[in-house]
């Protein structure tokens, strides 16, 4: 089964930006469609941007638009979210998540492989 984890989280200052990747084991079906979920602390976990497989297609959280941007390299099977403009709302566990379906997806069951998370902590 394809493992995938995250990196690049920490500690930002409001207003900062961090960079997340994650990495997948193997190029599998898993991973057609990537996505990026977060849970903030005493929340229930969120989503916050897909991605298709070749890219052409994203789409994003209402709370994320204009400031994250989400990419991804194939040929390194890696996955990668620009986060800009962070505010402490932005805290929490970010995790990867990937699916079969060639479609753009938000909900959380509709997602089947998952990395284990990354924490981004934004400091006021």
């Known amino acids: 089964q394809v493992q995938m984890v995250e990196s690049g989280g920490g500690l930002v200052q409001v207003g900062g930006s961090l960079k997340l990747a994650c990495a997948a084991s193997e190029r599998t079906a898993n991973t057609n469609t990537w996505a990026w979920f977060r849970q903030a602390p005493g929340k229930e976990r969120e989503f916050a941007a897909a991605i298709t497989y070749n890219g052409g297609r994203t789409i994003y959280a209402d709370s994320v638009k204009g400031r994250f941007t989400i990419s991804r390299d194939n040929k390194q099977n890696m996955m990668h979210l620009q986060m800009n403009s962070l505010n402490p709302e932005d805290t929490g566990v970010y995790y990867c998540?990937?699916?079969?379906?060639?479609?753009?997806?938000?909900?959380?069951?509709?997602?089947?492989?998952w990395g284990q998370g990354t924490q981004v902590t934004v400091s006021s």
């Open positions: 998540a990937g699916r079969p379906a060639f479609t753009l997806a938000t909900l959380e069951s509709e997602y089947i492989t």
